[in-house]
């Protein structure tokens, strides 16, 4: 019997919408809970530009919904909700669930883990990081540039043979995807990167080859960087310097890469502070790490963020 | 005999133009050096809102030259000139100097009176610091929004006669003005406000009272605040914390303030990064104080330079 049988994305904008369209390409079953998308996919498909190849999936093969009452129950959720709306989880996730069913989140930041477990249970919750560059072009039309692995897991336990289920089917759809047996450790090694270009392309409206592209902004964002491994080593999650290095470049191949927080500034949307900047920062703090460069960053953020 | 008999403002803008203005109105014998009004301001003269009293100089009252070779050499040269155009010292000051003239430089931030020094002889030099929120509306129209103490001195002693002279010049002319003894601290005084609010100010695009006009925004000004008066402490220039309060309080009645810096951002033009962050932090490195939030803004605006 494979696991799982059936599958419901839940805020699927670009992230969810691409993963969701290759594992539909993929012939599997998958139900996609769009916020504002929906009406627009059910009537014209997807269409999806990724550096791994281009395609479109016809209305037909898409199964779009804009309420999750119309979604059956499903072995697996994968959430991939923007973390500021966090506060649907109960009203979009419970109609979902039958007794066994799983939860994959694949947000962004830290704390969306421990909020779905408060809800639903610890056991039901995997956690996993997407590496990749995507964005929303327009209704139905994604945009996946660079980059794309997974790594998930257990949000309490190493890896289980449901991980490496989910793993499996990803990887089998065009989606690079490793099962892992520490989940915040990977979190903490996204961190490493979302903090620095996350933070400073909403800050200071630059996108990433602006930031790596002149020994100042290259400084700072490696100065930032040290700053998240040396609160992780802390924690216990110890990596090497050289992962600056390596982040540095697979931040080359972006090009001129626009964070989904600068995108959010831009167009006065709620930024995604709290997941990035805020839950790190307390968690860090309660370990006795010292990060100014985040504070300042979290607290300019938070600023910016009343202003809209 | 009154000392000094005749006084040229370098590079009157807003601040030297209001300065310069209010000397005129009390008699005193002005020669103003202008970069972008000379012209405008030589027909039309001078117009002057001002929270100390509305006032104009029509334009026989008023020299105004865009040339400093056509202005006499004075006993007193003040410099105005944004701090971006100290390269230009040499060629503007010099045609003013007799052997006994005197420079006082208004500018913000740090290293613009050793650059003087460097080059017309530390004997020659005071520095002030302007406590003031004036910005220039349009050519020859200036608006005195708030405060206007000056603080000054010698460069390298105590308060002598000259520096009194000055003093008493300007508090004659609706100025209010100290001579004191120690420039170096009166800078770093005025450091603890220039670089939280020309610092978020320019890096968010926020007036001053958007920054402290809620919790986080004023949490943050007042870490950046506490983060500059304890490297002074290092320097030996002591503040008590209640300064900061102080200077706070001083903000909220200036209502929705730009700093000249966050001007500059908005019209692309060259900001003080070096005087307000840059020099500082030299200094204070070299002290071995530890200035990550101000390392944070040096950088972050230095980039932001480096984009326009």
Redesign the interface.
Known sequence: VTWPENIAIIGAGALGGYYGARLIQHEYDVHLHMRSDAAHVATNGLQIESLDGDFTLPPEKVRAYENVETIPKVDLVIVTLKSTANGEFRNLITPLLKDDSAILTLQNGLGNDRQLAELFGARRILAGNAFVCINRITAGHIRHLDHGLIRLGEMSSPATPRALAIAEMLSSSKVPCQAIDNVAAGQWDKLIWNIPFNG?GA??G?TTD??IG?P??L??AK?IMREVISASGLLKYKFPDSVIDQKIKHTETMGAYKTSMQIDRELVRPMEIEAIFGEPLRIAQRADANM??L??MY??L???D??S
Chains 1, 2 share one sequence.
Do not use: C, D, V
């Open positions: 400073l800050m200071l630059l602006k930031i002149n100042t902004g400084a700072l100065s100014p460069l504070e300042m607290r300019s938070s600023l910016l009343r202003k």
